[in-house]
């Protein structure tokens, strides 16, 4: 069993007795090498020194938590910017399957664009969407209403509205 907790002043003795009871109780093995740790809201870096038995863990400033990159004063703009790259990328994908030629039927363009398009924008939508800017959410709503224009053949000059209802 290894001895997880940050050492800093005799404030933390809890933190580390919490940690060491809840390792030894859950029968818990952590791995030094794979374990990182971020502190939110501190402009300054290596402030603690959080050890794993004797292996110092190493600090990440941007960790990346079940697919969402945070950033510890930025919020998650990163990971804005990364959902944004990734639809455009989808959108060109449902763009190929959309194409008139191919004759395809609106419940598989449907289908399609839930799982390619929108499961890529809404995952973890609760995490980062109120912190988006007006701009991002605009944006947002732009590439479901082109993704709503490929699945329903209306031209580009439609309205948006008629798009997403056609869809």
Known sequence: MHDLWPECNPANRPTRTGLNSAQ??????????????????????????????????????????????????????????SVMAATDTRLMQLRAVAFPEWGQERKMLLAFYLELVLAKIFYGTVSWLFDASLSDRERLERVQAQAAQMMTGIPKAANREDAMRGA
């Not at 600090?59 to 079940?66: G, S």
Request: proline share 3%; glycine share 6%.
């Open 24 to 81: 030894s109780s859950r029968y818990m093995e952590v791995s030094a090498e794979k374990t990182e740790y971020t502190l939110f809201g501190a402009r300054d870096t290596n402030l603690l020194d959080v050890r794993i038995g004797e292996t110092v863990l190493n600090e990440v400033r941007t960790p990346k938590l079940l697919g969402l990159t945070m950033q510890p004063h930025k919020g998650l703009s990163k990971h804005e910017r």
